[in-house]
Each structure stands twice: as C-alpha cells, then as structure tokens.
C-alpha cells in the first residue's frame, strides 16, 4: 500500500462518522421538507382520518337509529299513525294539539 492510501485510510476511520451524519441530516430533511411525505402532511392527514372516523361512528349511530324506526313503522299500525298525525298536523278528536315555536 502506498503512503497516500494509508493516510487516506487512517483519515476515513477517524472520520467515518461523517458520512452517517450527513445521510441522517439528509433523511431528517426529507422528512420535514418534502412535500408528499412530510411529517406535518402525515399530522394534518391522520388528523383528517381521525375526524372521519368519528363522523363515520355518529352516522353510524343515526342510522340504526332510523333503521329501527322504520322497522316499527312498517310493523306497528300505532307507530305509523303516530308518525302520520305530527307529520300533517292532525289529530284525534279527544286531543289538544299544542305548538311550540320557537
């Protein structure tokens, strides 16, 4: 080996951190600056997902609600009157209508 060979090895193995500091200090970058794989994207999307999930559970929670409305509309006859009389505005003769407005 030469005597340049040797100094250029001995300078790399004092030195070998260098490269791996510079490759982290390149991914950190990425990390944080580009634009399609950001750290703040990820926050802001898993956020969005986060607010859909639970926008998802309250329909979710409404729908069985009506679907089990409707399921006692279809096969309940009181129900359904119920349904038709504040719907239209009408009543039995033996009751008092009272409306609230607000």
Do not use: C
Request: charged share 30%; proline share 2%.
């Amino acid at each position: 080996m030469g005597k340049k060979t040797k100094k250029l090895s001995f300078w790399m193995r004092r030195k070998s951190h260098i490269p791996v500091l510079a490759i982290g200090t390149l991914v950190v970058l990425l990390l944080f600056f580009n634009e399609e794989a950001s750290i703040q994207l990820n926050m802001e999307y898993q956020d969005r997902i986060n607010e859909l999930k639970s926008e998802i559970k309250l329909n979710e929670d409404s729908a069985a609600y009506y679907r089990a409305r409707r399921e006692a509309i279809e096969h309940g006859t009181s129900d359904l009157e119920h349904l038709a009389r504040e719907q239209f505005h009408m009543q039995k003769p033996s009751e008092d209508v009272f409306l609230i407005k607000e």
